[in-house]
């Protein structure tokens, strides 16, 4: 991995559109992670929409700041690597659904939200709690970046 690799990463940090998540580990290769939450958010997605699922828009939400991320800190060179662990994240996030929500196999179900948690902690950081009106109006709710630890 490049020093364009680590560089990127810190400078999103820094500047806070990276922010330091409360219950998540900063990945030892941040290219790899967010190479497989794109391909997560990619299948979590494409399972909401055929659910019909309101929470689509959040999660399309995320996965467009995902691969904003992800863009920005793939070199060149690694492109084609990058969209292959995509499409492996994916294509084992839509097992573990299709085990989940077909099977009913509710640890399919945990580990696949778990997956997806270690993502948004990441990429938005904690968020406040949502008040339960907002939640009943669609038009209202929004993700809510965290505050940072540089505040």
Not at 3 to 16: D, H, Q
Not at 65 to 71: D, E, P, Y
Not at 103 to 132: I, K, T
């Amino acid at each position: 991995m490049g020093n364009r690799t680590y560089t990127a990463a810190a400078i999103f940090l820094f500047i806070g559109l990276l922010p330091l998540p409360a219950r998540a580990d900063i990945p030892g290769d941040p290219l790899t992670f967010f190479a497989h939450c794109a391909g997560r958010l990619s299948a979590e997605l494409s399972h909401q929409w055929m659910r019909s699922d309101p929470s689509s828009d959040d999660t399309e939400a995320l996965h467009r700041a995902t691969l904003s991320i992800l863009q920005s800190i793939t070199p060149t060179d690694q492109a084609r690597g990058v969209l292959s662990m995509r499409v492996d994240a994916r294509n084992a996030h839509a097992g573990l659904l299709t085990r989940g929500y077909a099977r009913g196999d509710a640890w399919a179900r945990e580990r696949a939200a778990a997956r997806l948690a270690e993502c948004a902690a990441l990429v938005l950081g904690p968020s406040e709690p949502v008040p339960a009106e907002a939640n009943q109006d669609r038009e209202t709710r929004t993700l809510r970046p965290a505050s940072h630890a540089f505040d």
